[in-house]
């Protein structure tokens, strides 16, 4: 198995990081990754900002979780009352992807963006995290946000990828379900 | 830079395709890479369909086809009159990605194992295509196809991989769009 498949293979979510920061060079290496996703019709649509701000990572997390608190479902209701849950996982480093408004399927091209980062960070030995529960900010905030990441004109944010150093042993895929393959030869 | 990462950057949409087939373990790996993505809350919300079949291939070209050349769009409305276009540009294989209706961000999540195939694909030479246009014909005849392509319950088709040896020469990413990153340090 070569080493593409093997990384895309031994990625995991990963949901404990230490504090130091990913060198600047993988962190541009990842990033370039992203921008180099395929999109519908070469739109392009997404807008990569990358935080390390302490104090913006931690209103982020705040303002999330004062959210997830009130969500009608139980398991994000759980996540927001939970005191030592961090919506990044305390990663230093976060980037927000952000989607174009107007494009043919910006969350699609987004998505496939993020996996690429995810990808790549796997094959420099950092740890990663889709950050899906800080949509639920954006959804109420964005304006706020588009405003304060500086996005272009016509952007949303979506989604956060925190990254870093995993601060916890190797993590064992959960086992894939199976019927999930079949064949019309 | 490492393989992992130049596959990712070097991956090309490409859409003229050689009549032999992937081998079989190659295929695998393919599906297996998809497999692995991961998912929200670990939904794992897909489902692959590998057609070899030539009747089958021939009639989803023809019945989207059909659809496109009513499109509002005229781009689509152009390639569905366009004797010359193939959906899948005569690829040998095509995995068509069913998503789970019930899940949390199912689309998303079968974009993400859709591109975890795609750069799988890449790094054992094997050209590919994300087919966003059949998702015409399934949002019109899905639960035909349902049946058809034997999905579990509560599975909906949504769009194709095309998979084989590329008949042209290498292709030319095109350029990245700038201002697609800023930082909050």
Redesign the interface.
């Known amino acids: 198995?070569?080493?593409?498949?093997q990384?895309?293979?031994k990625?995991?979510?990963i949901r404990a990081f230490q504090k130091r920061l990913v060198p600047e060079d993988d962190l541009s290496?990842i990033?370039?990754?992203g921008?180099?996703?395929?999109s519908?019709?070469?739109e392009?649509p997404?807008?990569?900002?990358?935080?390390?701000?302490k104090d913006?990572l931690a209103e982020l997390n705040v303002k999330t979780k004062d959210l997830l608190k009130k969500h009608p479902n139980p398991?994000f209701r759980n996540s927001g009352k939970d005191q030592e849950y961090n919506i990044f996982y305390h990663a230093p480093t976060v980037i927000i992807v952000s989607s174009q408004d107007d494009a043919l399927?910006p969350?699609?091209?987004c998505?496939?963006a993020?996996?690429?980062m995810?990808?790549?960070a796997?094959?420099?030995g950092i740890a990663s995290c889709?950050i899906?529960n800080v949509k639920w900010l954006f959804e109420t905030a964005g304006d706020e946000y588009k405003t304060r990441?500086?996005l272009?004109q016509g952007y949303t944010p979506s989604h956060g990828v925190s990254l870093g150093y995993s601060a916890i042993p190797a993590v064992q895929?959960?086992p894939?379900?199976g019927?999930?393959?079949?064949?019309?030869?």
Chains 1, 2 share one sequence.
């Open positions: 198995m070569n080493q593409t498949i990384d895309i293979l990625r995991r979510s290496a990033l370039e990754a921008l180099y996703a395929p519908a019709v070469n392009q997404w807008h990569f900002t990358v935080i390390q701000n913006m398991l399927v969350q699609i091209d998505a496939v993020t996996e690429n995810l990808i790549a796997q094959s420099l889709w899906g990441f500086k272009p895929a959960p894939r379900k019927n999930a393959i079949n064949y019309i030869k």
